[in-house]
Structures are given as structure tokens and as C-alpha cells.
């Protein structure tokens, strides 16, 4: 997997580090689709990103594969890649397997964290409320992203921290959807101190707790999604539809 590098964005100019140019592009594409500025379905070919690196197309062809692991970028076969489609019809059973893993992760992590783990969630917890406070919609992403991710590492299966750690990155995009809808109707408030719960239920090794915390929060992921993709921009723009006029258009 690539590293996110907020700070970084590679140019046709910039210079690489000896062996960073796979990973520095891998970050820069995946902003770029993170953020929907590369949408869904867009081609990425190699030929026309090694121009625009101005790199081999060695370091391309590495940074696309990193993308795949990721779930950001489908290969198509003797087509190349393109830019993984975000499946709205496959989004119910998106949401079953996400609500699944996520209890089972919280719930081991409730019976099997560490002092060091409960130290590194309220950091990043932490980390998260100051994301949202600062409202860079990139950082939102991957401090949820990383803290989600932790507590699958404190629950001590890897297969299971394997697992969730694809739903969590195939979930980054119907986050950000979820985010550019709050930015539209002022609602960021909505998204701090989601995480705390998780940590106090954690810390007390209160394994039902931790199930309903994590289910309550896949639950709410869910509703705030939908409601994102009903929301109307402009409720005050309206055309009103008249028999009367549309007959009085015709005839004239």
C-alpha cells in the first residue's frame, strides 16, 4: 500500500528520491481518486502517466499495482487499468459485510487490546477530532481510515485485520461523497467525537458495548450516505409544471 503524503505532490519537474517515485505517484493518484477528481471508470494509461511523472513506465506500473491492492484500480484484461467503479447497486451488501467485520474487529479488540494499543487509539482518535476540526477532507479520510484500522490490529488477527482493512479502503470513496454532502449543508459538527465510544467500550473490555458501538456506527455511516445522494443542492430552485402552459408552448 502506498502512504498518504498530504504534503507532496509530484510534478513533470519535481525530482525524486532514489526508489520514491512509485510510491510518491501511488499518492498522487490516489488522491486524486479519493477526492473523485479521477472518477470511477476513468482509464489510467501508462503510456500518458510516465509523460506526465516523467518517469519510466516501470515506477507507474508499480504504483497502479499498489492502487489494485488497494481496490482503488481495477486491470482490465489487454486494456490496462482504470479507475475502480464505486458499485451504488452492490452498496446494501457493501454494508452487510462492513457492519460484520466491524463488530468482529471491535469486539476482539475488546477482548484482546493492549495498554499500548489504548494508547495509540486515543491518539488517534485524537488525531481524527483535529481532521475535522481543520476540515481537510483528505485528512478526515485517512485518520478514520488509520484508527478503524487500529483497532483491527489490536483485536490480534491478522486474517480478520486483513479483511476489514479492504472494506475500510473500498469505503474511503462513499466517505467522501458523505463528506462533500456535509461541507454542502454546513454539518460538519455531525462527524467529531465519533470515535471516543469506540475507545471507551475498548478500554473496558465491554465486548457487547464494543458490538454496539461499532453497529451503531456502520448504522449512522449508512444513513448519512443515502441522505447524501438524495440531497437536493437547491431546494429553492423550482420549475412548476403547467398543463395550461406546456399545451400554451406547443401551440405557439
Request: glycine residues 4%; contains cysteine; proline residues 4%.
Amino acid at each position: 500500500m502506498c502512504m498518504q503524503n498530504d504534503n507532496s505532490t509530484p510534478s513533470a519537474t519535481k525530482l525524486y528520491r532514489k526508489g520514491s517515485a512509485a510510491l510518491e505517484i501511488c499518492a498522487e493518484l490516489r488522491t486524486r481518486i479519493l477526492t473523485l477528481d479521477l472518477r470511477p471508470g476513468t482509464p489510467l494509461d501508462e503510456t500518458q502517466l510516465s509523460a506526465e511523472f516523467e518517469v519510466s513506465r516501470s515506477p507507474i506500473r508499480d504504483a497502479l499495482n499498489r492502487l489494485s491492492a488497494e481496490r482503488l484500480v481495477v486491470a482490465l484484461p489487454n486494456k490496462g487499468a482504470v479507475v475502480a467503479p464505486i458499485d451504488l447497486m452492490g452498496f446494501p451488501h457493501f454494508m452487510e459485510a462492513m457492519d460484520l467485520q466491524q463488530r468482529y474487529a471491535t469486539r476482539l479488540a475488546a477482548r484482546n487490546r493492549t495498554s499500548a494499543d489504548l494508547e495509540r487509539l486515543k491518539r488517534l482518535a485524537d488525531e481524527y477530532n483535529q481532521a475535522v476540526r481543520t476540515f481537510n477532507p483528505l485528512n478526515v479520510l485517512q485518520s478514520n481510515y488509520d484508527f478503524h484500522l487500529a483497532i483491527a490490529e489490536a483485536g490480534r488477527n491478522p486474517y480478520v485485520t486483513r479483511q476489514y482493512q479492504e472494506l475500510l479502503s473500498e469505503a474511503r470513496r462513499y466517505l467522501h461523497i458523505h463528506i462533500e454532502h456535509l461541507i454542502a449543508v454546513e454539518g460538519k459538527a455531525l462527524l467529531k467525537d465519533q470515535h471516543y465510544d469506540f475507545v471507551d467500550a475498548i478500554k473496558a473490555r465491554d465486548v457487547e458495548e464494543a458490538d454496539r458501538v461499532a453497529h451503531g456506527h456502520t448504522k449512522q455511516f449508512e444513513s448519512r450516505f443515502l441522505k447524501a445522494l438524495q440531497h437536493q443542492p437547491d431546494v429553492s430552485f423550482k420549475i412548476e409544471y403547467s398543463a395550461e402552459g406546456a399545451m400554451d408552448d406547443v401551440g405557439h
